[in-house]
């Protein structure tokens, strides 16, 4: 396994941040992961077993495929990337294997709707890791 030093990258709590409403719980149903587009970044969200709601940069850090196609196992919190097999712990925004961190974005449930709060930092907001 290839370690890498990398800091948790997410948005400061002091950073200002538009909510935008993402998607429903309605679409987003307890152990499922989804795909959205907000505010045009790609932004992956898994609304784990439990109830707990996170929201990841949705590209992989490896290549440009979207995260939310790959093998996702809801018991584990473990989502296998279609590309090339790269494994990442969504209850923590952590890569397996490799290791690193993704790109987290703040999230909240508002009634049924799920908020994805975007920085106005102007930004990059997600992570590339190196290819292996
Ligand atoms: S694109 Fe995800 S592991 Fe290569």
Request: hydrophobic fraction near 35%; include cysteine.
């Amino acid at each position: 396994m290839r370690e890498m030093a990398q800091k948790h990258a997410s948005v400061d709590a002091s950073a200002d941040v538009k909510w935008v409403a993402a998607t429903t719980l309605d679409e987003l149903w307890e152990g499922e992961i989804l795909d959205v587009e907000v505010e045009g970044e790609p932004v992956l969200l898994a609304h784990l077993p439990g109830g707990e709601l996170h929201a990841y940069q949705g590209i992989c850090p490896h290549q440009e495929i979207l995260l939310a196609d790959g093998d996702w196992n809801e018991d584990r919190g473990v989502l296998l990337c279609a590309g090339h097999n790269w494994e990442f712990d969504l209850r923590k925004g952590a890569g397996i294997n490799p290791t690193g961190c993704l790109y987290r974005y703040p999230v909240r449930a508002e009634g049924d709707s799920v908020q994805v709060g975007i920085p106005q930092d102007g930004g990059r907001h997600y992570n590339r890791w190196p290819a292996t």
